[in-house]
């Protein structure tokens, strides 16, 4: 909007000389604005230490994390050009669009001045003086459109028709929406004995998945070992332990997971008598030290609450020279396609609940470099990464180094 008032203003100058100065002020603040909060490090000290002071004191716990988030999540220029791009055709659009509804308030100007009036007009509302710009948008419009003999009257007609079309109605509809879905924030995934048929039923449709990760663990267990003792954590219902138990058939498999039900489902699933279901979470494996083999763990990560203490509890449980298997989804995966997955999952029948919870589980993933650098500083060595930029997941073979 900023960069269509600019254009707007220059090409009304001859017209309005001192409009120019006006948008060339606003837009130099705005600028500094972006490059202080969005590229300046010392806007993260700043907002760091606004968060820590007495006035959020209640909220600290749950802001803080935000700034770190803010900062992490900030696009690269490259990865903003297009959406800037989209950005200007739909505002041309939409002055195209109120162009021909001038028409039905018998405002008639030449249509290229019609859309820089329009844009520097939006600019001039956005100068926090009013609400929503009501008064200051009415303001301009009536002082530009003087030039051609436009009557007051009509001008706040379409003025006012713009407001209430372009910001009244979709703040009043995402108002509703926000009221509904804010309804869920705090709301706990429950699984039901339905639930874990429906994730059973889903996850049995892409065994390729599990046949890959599968081969991954065969290959990084040692030809030596007769008996490979390999724990899955967040076993869920055994569909990826079944893939393991195939590849490796002379495993004897232990897997974890915080719900009887999953563990009910994985025991029946599994069918083995080398396989053992047990209540635990990625925080508390109910194993010994130096027990296991392989320990393996698929999309779990971004559910556990302290991953720093998973990853050592991880490395207790394993053998010297064991090696951890991890598949995790990626924090950069893009929004558009994360949406054109859930549309996907629609698509498949998936259910409510099982599409919420995969979507929701990007909300807390990790990026491949975080999730390397917790694993060297828990005493782990990098021996294997498959990871695409911006794929919906990534891959870490990871080795516990021998004290």
């Known amino acids: 909007m900023m960069s269509i008032g600019a254009v707007g203003a220059i090409f009304l100058s001859s017209i309005y000389p001192h409009l120019f100065y006006i948008i060339v002020i606003l837009m130099i603040i705005s600028i500094a604005l972006f490059l202080f909060f969005f590229k300046d490090k010392r806007s993260k000290i700043l907002f760091t230490k606004i968060v820590k002071s ?9 802001i803080e994390g935000s700034v770190e988030s803010f900062y992490e999540d900030l696009p690269k220029f490259k990865d903003a050009i297009l959406p800037f791009g989209i950005s200007i055709f739909g505002w041309f659009l939409k002055y195209s669009m109120f162009f021909l509804i001038a028409k039905m308030f018998l405002i008639e100007i030449p249509y290229v001045y019609f859309i820089m009036v329009m ?38 007609s379409l003025s006012l028709f713009w407001f209430v079309i372009v910001w009244l109605t979709p703040s009043l509809i995402g108002a509703v929406i926000t009221f509904f879905e804010t309804k869920n924030f705090d709301n706990k995934f429950v699984l039901t004995d339905n639930t874990v048929k429906k994730f059973e039923s889903y996850m049995r449709r892409y065994p390729k998945f599990y046949q890959g990760l599968a081969e991954i663990v065969k290959k990084n267990i040692s030809k030596k070992i007769k008996k490979p003792i390999i724990v899955d954590i967040g076993v ?5 332990t079944a893939e393991v138990k195939k590849k490796v058939p002379e495993a004897k498999i232990f897997g974890v997971d915080p719900s009887d039900k999953m563990l009910k ?32 763990s698929r999309f779990s990560l971004t559910y556990w609450k302290k991953p720093v203490d998973s990853f050592l509890e991880i490395k207790r449980v394993l053998k010297p020279g064991g090696r951890l298997v991890l598949e995790a989804l990626n924090k950069d995966y893009p929004k558009l396609r ?16 099982l599409i ?35 794929d919906w997941k990534f891959t870490i073979v990871a080795e516990k180094l021998k004290n």
């Open 54 to 62: 007495r006035i959020f004191a209640s909220l600290q716990h749950r």
């Open 119 to 156: 844009a520097v007009a939006d600019v001039i509302a956005s100068i926090p003086i009013s609400i929503y710009g009501l008064g200051t948008r009415e303001v301009a419009l009536i002082t530009m459109f003087n030039v051609w003999g436009i009557e007051k009257e009509p001008i706040v």
């Open 236 to 240: 869920g219902p055994g569909i990826l």
């Open 265 to 296: 489902a994985a025991n029946k699933n599994v069918n083995s008598k080398d396989f053992q279901a047990m209540l635990g979470t990625s925080e508390k494996i109910p194993l010994q030290s130096n027990f296991a083999d392989v320990v393996l």
């Open 338 to 353: 994360l949406f054109i997955t859930k549309i996907h999952m629609n698509f498949k029948l998936a259910g409510d609940d």
């Open 356 to 390: 919420k919870y995969h979507v929701d589980a990007y909300k807390t993933a990790y990026r491949i470099q975080d999730v390397e650098r917790i694993l060297k500083k828990s005493g782990f060595k990098i021996t294997f990464k498959d990871s695409v930029e911006k």
